[in-house]
């Protein structure tokens, strides 16, 4: 047993585990109770530790005692990021189809069954499960719910994991029913949501497009979502691809027929995401509508893309009164596009300059980091950012001392002790580097040795 290694994967410590796999730690080294260790990540929920073994050599399809395989132990899970993690390269090609068959139908099983009927049957226990949310991969991207019942606990990703799966063995499962696995789940940050959406985004054939925005027109809220989703992933994703423009296209007629607030509000964030003609038109639609959600997302239309014209009088005109709305955060977002227009510049500062004094907090930090990068370089601007140095507030702190640093303002010391007593330092952060020459340029940092 390589007890480093196995200290490393119960820490959860995946880069010693890839320094110690790297160095010849065998990664399917056997843990206390003899499985490999890959198990013992598995059982822990731990996709990246998983990922790790899996990278480095672990046998995910390795036959365990029981009869069954990492492999299985992960499906059996209910994590979708777990399954990703351990599914490893080409499992169609590497697993046998009656191996394939045995992982589809024990995840189809969970996912038929339900989780808190599928723990009943297996532990003989009665009564309500336990249900908890978590993070189901370590950059808290998506969720699942950890349901125990019985002394077990397993996560209700399992609709995910069979269409992962049958995506990986090349079956083309219908999108209708694709669709209707997210849909089952209210919440779109479900890890569900998730591998349905990537799934669909990897088939990329005419049938899929069409069968999916179909859905445009569903009588159910939550299949019109998905689409919006859809699209604005896509636009993410594939902004170059060859069919971004009739994608943009759908979104953008779309944006023009959509009368419910909340569905336009999704619509527009999905435009936003295409370098495309009708985004002008949609914020020069929707800037004075009656809801705020709407509106919120409107400025970002109107930013221009690298060989944009400049703005017409009439998009100038909309702009000019975004920054005079009645909603700060509409302001604030009129402000980041209005920057970008010297003849906006003076009316933009003077709003940042009353949204950093707002009582509202969380105005703040996007306030400072405007007027931070901002060309104005007026001792207004300075004295709001040397205002904003609040050690209890260390993301707003980090902005303004990065704006009086690119001042050379000599408030830019105060800022830096600020920042470090603060700990309030990203590693690898330009703002922070910006901080620290500045110290170093004038000598608050004294040279080494």
Same mark, same amino acid.
């Given at each position: 047993?390589?007890?480093? !290694?196995?200290? *490393? %994967?119960? #820490?959860? /410590?995946?880069?010693?585990?890839?320094?110690? &796999?790297?160095?010849? +730690? $065998? @990664? =399917?080294?056997?843990?206390?109770?003899?499985?490999?260790? !890959?198990?013992? *990540? %598995?059982? #822990?929920? /731990?996709?990246?530790?998983?990922?790790?073994? &899996?990278?480095?050599? +672990? $046998? @995910? =399809?390795?036959?365990?005692?029981?009869?069954?395989?990492? !492999?299985?132990? *992960? %499906?059996?899970?209910?994590?979708?990021?777990?399954?990703?993690?351990?599914?490893?390269?080409?499992?169609?090609?590497?697993?046998?189809?009656?191996?394939?068959?045995?992982? !589809?139908?024990? *995840?189809?099983?969970?996912?038929?069954?339900?989780?808190?009927?599928?723990?009943?049957?297996?532990?003989?226990?009665?009564?309500?499960?336990?249900?908890?949310?978590?993070?189901?991969?370590?950059?808290?991207?998506?969720?699942?719910?950890?349901?125990?019942?019985?002394?077990?606990?397993?996560?209700?990703?399992?609709?995910?994991?069979?269409?992962?799966?049958?995506?990986?063995?090349?079956?083309?499962?219908?999108?209708?029913?694709?669709?209707?696995?997210?849909?089952?789940?209210?919440?779109?940050?479900?890890?569900?949501?998730?591998?349905?959406?990537?799934?669909?985004?990897?088939?990329?054939?005419?049938?899929?497009?069409?069968?999916?925005?179909?859905?445009?027109?569903?009588?159910?809220?939550?299949?019109?979502?998905?689409?919006?989703?859809?699209?604005?992933?896509?636009?993410?994703?594939?902004?170059?691809?060859?069919?971004?423009?009739?994608?943009?296209?759908?979104?953008?007629?779309?944006?023009?027929?959509?009368?419910?607030?909340?569905?336009?509000?999704?619509?527009?964030?999905?435009?936003?995401?295409?370098?495309?003609?009708?985004?002008?038109?949609?914020?020069?639609?929707?800037?004075?509508?009656?809801?705020?959600?709407?509106?919120?997302?409107?400025?970002?239309?109107?930013?221009?893309?690298?060989?944009?014209?400049?703005?017409?009088?009439?998009?100038?005109?909309?702009?000019?009164?975004?920054?005079?709305?009645?909603?700060?955060?509409?302001?604030?977002?009129?402000?980041?596009?209005?920057?970008?227009?010297?003849?906006?510049?003076?009316?933009?500062?003077?709003?940042?300059?009353?949204?950093?004094?707002?009582?509202?907090?969380?105005?703040?930090?996007?306030?400072?980091?405007?007027?931070?990068?901002?060309?104005?370089?007026?001792?207004?601007?300075?004295?709001?950012?040397?205002?904003?140095?609040?050690?209890?507030?260390?993301?707003?702190?980090?902005?303004?001392?990065?704006?009086?640093?690119?001042?050379?303002?000599?408030?830019?010391?105060?800022?830096?002790?600020?920042?470090?007593?603060?700990?309030?330092?990203?590693?690898?952060?330009?703002?922070?580097?910006?901080?620290?020459?500045?110290?170093?340029?004038?000598?608050?940092?004294?040279?080494?040795?």
């Amino acid at each position: 047993m390589s007890r480093p !290694l196995l200290d *490393a %994967v119960r #820490a959860g /410590d995946h880069l010693a585990v890839m320094t110690l &796999v790297d160095d010849g +730690a $065998d @990664p =399917d080294t056997p843990g206390a109770d003899g499985l490999p260790l !890959l198990c013992e *990540a %598995v059982a #822990a929920f /731990d996709s990246t530790v998983a990922g790790v073994l &899996v990278e480095g050599g +672990a $046998d @995910p =399809d390795r036959v365990l005692p029981d009869g069954t395989t990492p !492999l299985w132990r *992960a %499906v059996d899970s209910g994590s979708p990021a777990l399954v990703t993690a351990v599914l490893g390269r080409e499992p169609r090609l590497r697993l046998a189809e009656a191996a394939r068959e045995r992982l !589809l139908a024990l *995840a189809r099983n969970w996912h038929e069954s339900g989780v808190a009927g599928e723990l009943r049957r297996r532990t003989g226990a009665s009564g309500p499960v336990e249900r908890v949310r978590v993070d189901d991969d370590s950059d808290g991207f998506n969720f699942a719910h950890q349901v125990s019942l019985g002394g077990l606990s397993v996560r209700d990703g399992h609709a995910g994991i069979l269409t992962a799966l049958e995506w990986a063995f090349r079956i083309l499962t219908p999108v209708d029913e694709l669709i209707a696995r997210a849909v089952a789940q209210p919440d779109e940050d479900h890890a569900t949501w998730w591998e349905v959406l990537r799934v669909l985004l990897d088939r990329k054939s005419e049938e899929t497009w069409s069968a999916l925005v179909a859905h445009r027109h569903h009588p159910d809220p939550a299949h019109r979502r998905f689409v919006a989703e859809y699209v604005r992933v896509r636009g993410v994703v594939a902004d170059d691809s060859p069919y971004a423009r009739r994608e943009g296209d759908f979104v953008s007629a779309w944006a023009a027929e959509e009368t419910d607030p909340a569905m336009l509000e999704r619509v527009l964030r999905a435009l936003d995401e295409y370098e495309h003609p009708g985004r002008e038109a949609a914020a020069l639609r929707y800037a004075g509508h009656p809801d705020v959600a709407v509106r919120r997302v409107v400025p970002p239309l109107l930013l221009p893309f690298a060989d944009d014209p400049p703005l017409a009088p009439e998009a100038r005109r909309t702009l000019r009164a975004l920054l005079r709305d009645t909603d700060a955060e509409v302001r604030l977002g009129a402000c980041r596009v209005a920057l970008r227009h010297a003849g906006l510049l003076p009316e933009a500062v003077q709003q940042l300059l009353r949204l950093a004094e707002d009582p509202d907090p969380d105005l703040h930090t996007p306030a400072a980091s405007h007027l931070a990068s901002c060309p104005d370089r007026t001792p207004a601007v300075a004295d709001a950012l040397a205002a904003l140095l609040d050690p209890d507030d260390p993301p707003t702190l980090l902005e303004a001392g990065y704006g009086l640093a690119l001042r050379d303002d000599p408030r830019t010391a105060e800022a830096y002790h600020r920042i470090r007593s603060a700990h309030a330092v990203p590693e690898y952060d330009h703002r922070w580097n910006a901080v620290w020459h500045w110290a170093w340029d004038n000598g608050l940092i004294p040279p080494v040795g």
